[in-house]
Structure formats: C-alpha cells, structure tokens
C-alpha cells in the first residue's frame, strides 16, 4: 500500500515500523535487495544522470563511484534490525535518498514477512518518481511518503492525505515566540564552533576561494570523505538539485571571513 501525505503528519503503528522520526530504538539499513529494490536504485540513479551497475546489498552504495553515492554514504549500513519494534532509520536527510532507500525497504519487507510493517520517509522529489512509487501499490504493508510537494500524481496512491487548506502565513519578527508543528526532526549533530582539522578547513577555504560553491564531484575526488565530516559539522552544505557543495555561515566564521 502507497500512502502520500501532503503538509502534515499522520498517527500509524506496525509489528515492524521503520521512520526518520525519533524511536525508540536505532537500525542499520543492511539488507539484500530484491529485484524490485534493484530497480529502484537504477532508475534513481539514471534519471539523476548518474547510472550506476545494479546493486545486490545496500552497503554496495559505499562502493559506488558516483558524485551521487556521497549522499547515500550518510547512511548507516549495517545490519538491518527486523525483529518486531519501531525503529529509526539513519541515513542522510536529502532527496532522493530517503525515497530510494524507502521504497527498496518496503520491497524487501514484503517479500520476507508480507504484511504488517510500516516504513516512513520523506521526499519532495516523488513526483518525478510516481512510476517507481506505483510498484508498492500491491504490497501488504504500507509505505508513507512525506512530503511538502502537491501534485496531480498523488491520485497513484492507495491514500493521500492533504492538510494544508488552513496555511496561514504570519510575520514571525512580529511574533514573541514560535512553535513549529509536531513533525520528524532530523538527528543532526551540533555544529562545531572551532574548526582545528586542517583538512576541514583545507576544504572549506577551497571552496570558498572558488566563489562559495564547489562542484561535488571535484570536492569527493579530492577531498573524499572530508566531503561528508564537513558537511557533518554544518560548514558545508550539500546540494542535492546542482550536485554542488556551498559554503555556509558557519563555515565563513570558521574562516575568518
């Protein structure tokens, strides 16, 4: 079953849940793929110009030459846990990683335990997607696909569910406090005030001699999983639209500049 929410967040349970919200419990994503999963991550990656030979396991990903790879190596690949429970998965917060890796999940769950699982992600870039998105259709479980995007495709879910009529918008310098919605909140760590890794800042002066941004596939040829460090401690951040990586604020103070 494909569920696709659209501007909100919806209650669900399962034997086996699998989020990017915060659980109880924290999962690899190690796990063969199914045919199915093979496709997903193929087609993914040929319509980002980016095709890859089809993977067997989802830790092939740390093996894959391609500038889109670095995105996927944020995830933790080791061993998926499938015991009944509800579980965060953890794996980089950028389209279209969650929804590749999602979808070849729901594949793979299927095909082990059939129904009873429920697997939750978020992606804007779906539309693009929506003929991958209709192979879970037929599946016993459910996949969810949030997302902030509307877009005539949702029709291709089993349920779409859209709660954004009432969107307001407020002036919030004009607002003495603001409290944001109950949503999934991305376990990142803090940034780092004081950069003393002389690669880091190898890269991030690179980059910011370059005009601000740099082409990823340069900066992971050159710098390789400094790439990703950097990115971790909020110096950089990663486009996923123009495959670039651009400086942030943090970044220029960690300069001087």
């Known amino acids: 079953m494909l569920e696709i929410v659209i501007g909100s967040v919806v209650e669900g349970k399962a034997e086996r849940h699998y989020t990017i919200c915060p659980a ?30 089809p993977p067997r396991h ?12 670095l995105l996927f190596r944020f995830a933790d690949y080791s061993e998926l846990q499938e015991e009944p429970g509800q579980y965060q998965m953890k ?35 779906w539309p693009q997607f929506s003929d ?35 969107l307001t918008y407020e002036g919030l310098a004009m607002k003495k406090e603001w409290r944001g919605g109950h ?7 803090e940034p780092v005030a004081e950069v003393r890794d002389e690669q880091v800042l190898e ?17 992971q040829e050159r710098f390789g999983d400094i790439v990703i460090r950097a990115s971790q401690m909020g110096l950089i951040k990663i486009d996923t639209l123009t495959l670039t990586i651009r400086i942030t604020d943090l970044g220029l103070r960690a300069l001087g500049a």
């Open 203 to 219: 890269l991030i002066k690179t980059v910011w001699e370059s005009g601000g941004f740099l082409s990823l596939k340069y900066a």
């Open 58 to 69: 989802t830790s092939d990903l740390l093996q894959c030459a391609s500038p889109l790879c």
């Open 91 to 125: 794996m980089a917060f950028a389209d279209p990683v969650q929804l590749a890796i999602g979808l070849a999940l729901a594949h793979y769950l299927d095909a082990k335990y059939g129904g009873g699982w429920l697997v939750e992600v978020y992606s804007d870039v």
């Open 132 to 166: 991958l998105l209709a192979t879970a259709k037929p599946l016993e479980g459910i996949l969810r696909v949030y997302t902030s995007v509307y877009d005539s495709r949702a029709v291709i879910a089993d349920r779409a569910v859209m709660a954004v009529s009432s």
């Open 24 to 53: 109880d419990k924290t999962t690899g994503i190690g796990f063969e793929l199914t045919p199915e999963g093979q496709l997903v991550f193929t087609t993914v990656f040929l319509r980002m110009n980016y095709p890859i030979a």
């Open 183 to 189: 949503l999934c909140r991305p376990l990142i760590p």
